[in-house]
């Protein structure tokens, strides 16, 4: 909501915003929600300076300044990500972050056990395997170095910190498939919105989404509110295409209306 609401003004507000809300992750110590906001902010912010350019100049914005805006973006993303982890290491949460990438990696591992058994149909949704969750158990109290603690529900739930691997895990080869066209469909829109889109009041928000659906599809499970978010940013991938497709559509009539002024002139 802050996001949207920053959009209704200056442009610039969104980038501001964006950032103030990464400032306020860090302090809560949520390292991801703040890189993506740094990102999205970047993302924005080449929108931003592509329609100022093109507003100016009448003119295409080159290729290289856009690489150089995108390299700068690039360099704030790494420093960022250096600055989360110097303050992680100054206010006590370096502990914390290994502890999460502990049970992240431990996940993994056993995940793809079970995928090796069943690679083609999966298990089904919420998959349940004793022997597995042991083994969980097992790799996360050495990893910790405390013993690992599930409720009755979960108890031989088998989650995955990655929804590439949950979705090979319950749909099998189907359920990688989407996922993984999914990644296709972000990877293509995110760089549309970084080197091509124009600037409009909802990029900050289709940025910040788009962003964080990739960030979940390799980093968190399919379950809760990964449930929403998903068909969420699937609305924003079918409202940047069909945005997308108009732009084209109209740089090609500007492109023939130019193209006819010049062969009546000539003739």
Not at 122 to 144: C, F, N, Q
Not at 152 to 178: K, M
Not at 235 to 259: D, H, P, T
Request: proline share 3%; net charge positive; charged share 15%.
């Amino acid at each position: 909501l802050t996001i949207l609401f920053a959009s209704r003004f200056r442009p610039w507000v969104s980038v501001i915003s964006l950032l103030g809300l990464a400032v306020v992750s860090v302090a809560l110590d949520t390292r991801s929600i703040a890189l993506l906001c740094i990102l999205a902010a970047g993302l924005s912010w080449l929108s931003i300076r592509r329609s100022s350019i093109q507003g100016t100049k009448r003119a295409a914005v080159s290729k290289t300044s856009m690489a150089v805006a995108a390299l700068i973006v690039v360099i704030t993303a790494l420093s960022a990500i250096f600055l989360i982890r110097l303050l992680g290491e100054r206010y006590g949460y370096a502990e914390r972050f290994e502890r999460s990438n502990a049970t992240r990696m431990v996940s993994a591992t056993v995940t793809w056990t079970a995928i090796k058994r069943s690679p083609l149909i999966g298990y089904g949704s919420w998959p349940r395997d004793p022997e597995l969750a042991r083994l969980r158990d097992e790799l996360v109290t050495k990893a910790k170095g405390v013993t690992a603690f599930r409720t009755t529900a979960q108890d031989d739930l088998i989650i995955a910190h990655s929804q590439f691997l949950q979705g090979w895990l319950e749909g099998g080869i189907l359920g990688l498939t989407f996922f993984g066209y999914l990644a296709w469909l972000l990877f293509r829109q995110l760089t549309w919105l970084s080197l091509i889109s124009p600037f409009t009041s909802l990029t900050p928000l289709i940025a910040f989404l788009q962003l964080l659906c990739a960030w979940n599809l390799v980093f968190s499970p399919f379950s809760g509110a990964q449930r929403v978010y998903i068909p969420a940013t699937c609305v924003f991938i079918c409202y940047v295409a069909a945005k997308s497709g108009e732009l084209k559509w109209m740089q090609n009539q500007r492109a023939y209306s130019y193209a006819t002024t010049r062969f009546a002139g000539a003739t």
